[in-house]
């Protein structure tokens, strides 16, 4: 059972930045596609960005040059830098594991593992 454990969120002002980490309890990323999604409240939970097994990268349109995906291998941990964040990005964001023989790496919450998230607010 692979363990996630997201940390880093916070309140910042528009255009300011955060940096969210994600732990994990073992070393996956060489069969897990990782991604970081978020929910805010009375909306669906939506994809943000993801990491492939070969370091390829998505991103939702929303968030496009202002966020950035990576990992740290020797740590297990998994970032998303997040840069002129705005009101719209307030949410409650999740870091998530997919084993790759399930499916493919995509911007869909479909997938194995959960952290329990770690809350973005944005004030303008």
């Known amino acids: 059972q692979v363990q996630l454990v997201e940390s880093g969120g916070g309140s910042v002002q528009a255009g300011g930045s955060l940096r969210l980490s994600c732990a994990s309890s073992?070393?996956?990323?060489?069969?897990?596609?990782m991604g970081w999604f978020r929910q805010a409240p009375g909306k669906e939970r939506e994809g943000v960005a993801t990491?492939?097994?070969?370091?390829?990268?998505t991103y939702a349109d929303s968030v496009k040059g202002r966020f950035t995906i990576s990992q740290e291998n020797a740590k297990n941990t998994l970032y998303l830098q997040m840069n002129s964040l705005q009101p719209e990005d307030t949410a409650m964001y999740y870091c998530?594991?997919?084993?790759?023989?399930?499916?493919?790496?995509?911007?869909?919450?479909?997938?194995?593992?959960w952290g329990q998230g770690t809350q973005v607010t944005v004030s303008s």
């Open positions: 998530a594991a997919r084993a790759r023989w399930t499916g493919r790496c995509a911007l869909v919450p479909d997938y194995n593992f």
């Open positions: 990491i492939d097994v070969d370091g390829s990268t």
């Open positions: 073992e070393y996956i990323y060489s069969n897990f596609c």
